[in-house]
């Protein structure tokens, strides 16, 4: 089993940044992609960014790209969602996810392991 925790929500005003972190314990070896996903009030569950090994590692929704950097420092079995140039519509939880499997993407159904959320409120 992996458990994952996030930290480093808050409230930021629209321009400003946050990083969010996620640390790993447990089977951590056998993880091989992170992602991670956001949910808005009233919307369903979207995703965000994802790193795997490998070529073409390194994945984004187009609603982030450019303003967004995933990140993980294995030695330290942490993830990373550098989030910059934030806009009231990045307000929601976020949320990190961890699979074994190198192939996969956007599908949230694809990775077993799960954060409990973290807030991210940006303001106008």
């Known amino acids: 089993q992996v458990q994952l925790v996030e930290s480093g929500g808050g409230l930021v005003q629209a321009g400003g940044s946050l990083r969010l972190s996620c640390a790993a314990s447990?089977?951590?070896?056998?993880?091989?992609?992170v992602g991670w996903f956001r949910q808005a009030p009233g919307k369903e569950r979207e995703f965000v960014a994802r790193n795997s090994w490998g070529a073409g590692s390194t994945y984004y929704a187009n609603s982030v790209k450019g303003r967004f950097t995933i990140s993980r420092d294995n030695a330290k079995n942490t993830m990373y969602l550098q989030m910059n140039n934030l806009k009231p519509e990045d307000t929601a939880v976020y949320y990190c996810a961890a699979s074994r499997a190198y192939s996969v993407y956007g599908n949230q159904n694809d990775y077993p392991y799960w954060g409990q959320g973290t807030q991210v409120t940006v303001s106008s």
């Open positions: 447990g089977r951590t070896f056998s993880i091989n992609t």
